[in-house]
């Protein structure tokens, strides 16, 4: 007999990609969870050394007040409009627990961010998964079809790294009756947004994470902006002290320095072309990428050989043993330096 609810019992949870024990170890190409390869703005550790103690002995803000409010100047919403998570998975958590239920089905394109599917399973929500059209459109017809109560999709999509039009997703939400929640997890690498819908739709939430664009994955911070109500709502679900206060600090200087973050984020962009020329060239086309990472698709060697050959040389990548994947890579997008690295193995090993 089991001590867990059956749901609990039957499912297995997210698998993170892995984590060198030492993370100053640079023998070691990490190129497998899409964390940033350049440090955060200089801002985040003046911002960190600046706590007081007080800030620790006290309860922090429960919304994160001075981040909504740094947020609600940056992207020109009202403070009331952000809501605040202990990383972007927190944010989901949140959503999940609030929207969806085994009465009130959640719907997603597929292949997408797996832990969606883990969090439907704990939440014992009805799931209705819809496969993205082979050169990876939004199918808006099918996911209206789907009558869910929650609607996700994840955009740059992960992990295929390809943007659907702002456009297409102004269709859809229109058209459904429940909520559109949008994660933007990557989009500080793409050339557009869906921020104007959140802005515009009582029904869209956009979700962003400090990880990515901001090279914070170790503070863990997220946020998602929507209409008050919807966020109001959500507020209801949350921890009552879900972001801790060196972590709000760090990620208000963060998200203040636009200099820093536009320069780190075009040389990711610059990098990520680069890199898919190069794979291209080495018999590994990737998909057209927005993302701060390739899904490179591979022939002979086949791409579990190619991840276990590159794991032996010290590079790490990403590679899913599923259907539809089990041939790609997914490779983060590292420095000029990392990228070379890989780029001198991969001409080794896949001729
Ligand atoms: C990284 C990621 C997140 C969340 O990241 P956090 O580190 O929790 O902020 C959410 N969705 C996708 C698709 C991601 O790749």
């Keep these: 007999m089991s001590y867990f609810r059956p749901n609990i019992e039957a499912m297995s949870g997210y698998v993170p990609g892995e984590q060198p024990a030492d993370p100053t170890d640079a023998t070691v190409v990490k190129l497998n969870t899409n964390e940033n390869p350049y440090p955060p703005s200089p801002e985040v550790m003046k911002a960190i050394a600046a706590i007081r103690i007080e800030d620790l002995r006290r309860?922090?803000?429960?919304?994160?007040?001075?981040?909504?409010?740094?947020?609600?100047?940056?992207?020109?919403?009202?403070?009331?409009?952000?809501?605040?998570?202990?990383?972007?998975?927190?944010?989901?958590?949140?959503?999940?627990?609030?929207?969806?239920?085994?009465?009130?089905?959640?719907?997603?394109?597929?292949?997408t961010y797996t832990l969606y599917a883990v969090l439907a399973r704990l939440q014992e929500a009805a799931v209705r998964e819809v496969p993205f059209r082979p050169d990876f459109s939004l199918p808006?017809?099918?996911?209206?079809?789907?009558?869910?109560?929650?609607?996700?999709?994840?955009?740059?999509?992960?992990?295929t790294g390809t943007l659907v039009p702002v456009e297409d997703i102004a269709r859809l939400a229109d058209r459904l009756d429940g909520v559109l929640c949008i994660d933007e997890a990557y989009v500080d690498f793409a050339e557009h947004d869906c921020l104007a819908l959140a802005t515009s739709r009582p029904n869209v939430l956009v979700m962003r994470s400090m990880s990515k664009g901001y090279?914070?994955?170790?503070?863990?911070?997220?946020?998602?902006?929507?209409?008050?109500?919807?966020?109001?709502?959500?507020?209801?679900?949350?921890?009552?002290?879900?972001?801790?206060?060196?972590?709000?600090?760090?990620?208000?200087?963060?998200?203040?320095?636009?200099?820093?973050?536009?320069?780190?984020?075009?040389?990711?962009?610059?990098?990520?072309?680069?890199?898919?020329?190069?794979?291209?060239?080495?018999?590994?086309?990737?998909?057209?990428?927005?993302?701060?990472?390739?899904?490179?698709?591979?022939?002979?060697?086949?791409a579990g050989e190619l991840y276990e050959s590159l794991k032996r040389r010290r590079i790490l990548v990403r590679y899913f043993d599923s259907p539809g994947l089990d041939d790609k890579l997914r490779i983060t997008i590292g420095t000029p330096e990392q990228n070379d690295t890989l780029i001198a193995a991969l001409t080794e090993l896949a001729r």
């Design 59 to 111: 309860y922090p803000s429960p919304v994160a007040d001075r981040f909504r409010r740094t947020a609600g100047e940056v992207f020109d919403v009202r403070p009331e409009q952000v809501i605040c998570g202990n990383g972007m998975d927190d944010i989901l958590n949140i959503t999940v627990r609030a929207l969806a239920g085994p009465e009130s089905p959640m719907a997603y394109p597929v292949p």
């Design 140 to 159: 808006v017809e099918e996911l209206v079809a789907a009558r869910a109560r929650v609607t996700y999709l994840v955009n740059p999509n992960a992990p």
């Design 215 to 302: 090279a914070l994955a170790g503070l863990r911070f997220g946020f998602a902006i929507g209409s008050e109500d919807l966020i109001a709502g959500l507020m209801k679900v949350k921890d009552s002290y879900n972001v801790d206060a060196v972590a709000a600090a760090a990620a208000s200087a963060a998200l203040a320095d636009r200099v820093y973050y536009e320069q780190t984020r075009r040389k990711v962009m610059a990098e990520r072309d680069r890199l898919a020329k190069a794979l291209a060239g080495l018999g590994l086309p990737c998909l057209p990428s927005q993302a701060n990472f390739l899904l490179a698709t591979c022939f002979r060697p086949t």
